[in-house]
């Protein structure tokens, strides 16, 4: 039987056709919607109508009917209340399990009554003494898809002990395993984003390329790493300015400047939040790049004791599908969905 995963994000979808037996993806289709559609215009429709869409064309350029797809497993945003089917955070920790015990099936007319499994995200445990919200701001987090990608991730390498999960995007998300392979806790940033803002929106347009990093250069990731850490965030930023007016560089080094500047200060926000780091024994390094290559250099230029393991392109495509893969098969009575 074939399936259809979808992983929706803020500003696109991206489906994918899949056979289940062997775990080979047939076909893909990107769908540039997300949930920050349904915050603009105040409704979820656009977004329904692009995602049914997109599975629309992959029945139909596969030669395929509804009847076809064993079910499809959404995660991410879809299941935020921006999305299409809104289900709770759980509540951290987490194993694969807990995942699958809180998953929802459910059938949507505008999904073709395909059986539709949604997945939760997860959110950190937080005990607060009194009323003192803002004492304990730091230990709230969030996440929505990241915990498919994580599990994704650790199925493909043989790590022991406990270690964090590195995935760069829109948001640079780690999240903390245990020994036991469970979700302990989560940290975001908004790295990505301010990326993507400063260098649309500011002074910075005209000394940065629209594509960012076309290339790493680990001289200027470095250079913008400590420039973050000795000047300070907001200084480091008035740099790239200042290295296109009076430095011989070209803008793919700037840029790299620019981004080691970005992940000194996600790094900080990191090891502040992290009680013991004896403990920790590994970080795995996902999401795409050029943003993974330069986390995983930077992390290795910070502290050589941790192992260090960057995803491939490979191991990252499949982590999606066995993450979303082994929560679902861990969901009782999936052997009767299509009942």
């Known amino acids: 039987m074939k399936v259809i ?9 991206r489906l994918r056709l899949m056979d289940r037996e062997s775990y080979t993806i047939i076909d893909s289709e990107k769908v540039r919607v997300g949930v920050r559609d349904t ?25 395929l009917v509804p009847d076809d797809i064993e079910y499809i497993a959404a995660s991410g945003m879809i299941t935020s209340n921006l999305g299409v089917y809104e289900i709770p955070h759980i509540t951290s920790p987490a194993s694969l399990s807990d995942f699958a015990v ?30 003192d919200l803002l004492a304990n701001i730091n230990d709230f987090d969030v996440m929505r898809g990241e915990e498919v990608e994580s599990f994704g991730l650790i199925r493909q390498f043989d790590v022991k002990g406990k270690g964090i999960m590195v995935l760069p995007g829109s948001h640079t998300k780690f999240v903390a395993v245990d020994e036991h392979q469970s979700l302990t806790h989560c940290l975001s940033t908004l790295g990505g984003e301010t990326l993507m803002a400063l260098q649309k929106e500011t002074i910075l347009s005209s000394s940065l390329d629209q594509t960012l990093v076309e290339s790493i250069d680990e001289e200027m990731l470095k250079a913008g790493f400590n420039a973050a850490k000795q000047y300070g965030l907001t200084r480091s930023f008035y740099h790239v300015r200042l290295l296109h007016l009076f430095a011989h560089l070209n803008e793919n080094q700037r840029a790299n400047y620019f981004v080691g500047s970005i992940i000194y200060n996600d790094v900080q926000a990191l090891f502040q939040s992290i009680e013991d780091k004896g403990e920790i024994k590994w970080f795995i390094v996902g999401g795409s790049n050029p943003l993974r290559k330069a986390f995983a250099y930077l992390l290795k230029y910070t502290n050589c004791k941790w192992e260090i393991i960057e995803a491939n392109e490979q191991q990252v495509e499949n982590s999606l599908i066995f993450g979303a893969s082994d929560i679902i098969s861990n969901k009782k009575g999936m052997r009767s969905i299509r009942l």
């Open 39 to 63: 915050a603009i215009k105040g409704n979820n429709k656009n977004l329904i109508e692009q995602i049914r869409a997109g599975i629309g064309k992959l029945l139909t350029n596969n030669k």
């Open 102 to 131: 809180h998953s929802k099936v459910i059938k949507l007319e505008a999904f073709y009554e395909i059986p539709c499994i949604f997945i939760p995200g997860m959110k950190n445990k937080v005990h607060v003494d009194g009323d």
């Open 5 to 13: 995963l979808i992983d929706s994000g803020t500003t696109n979808s």
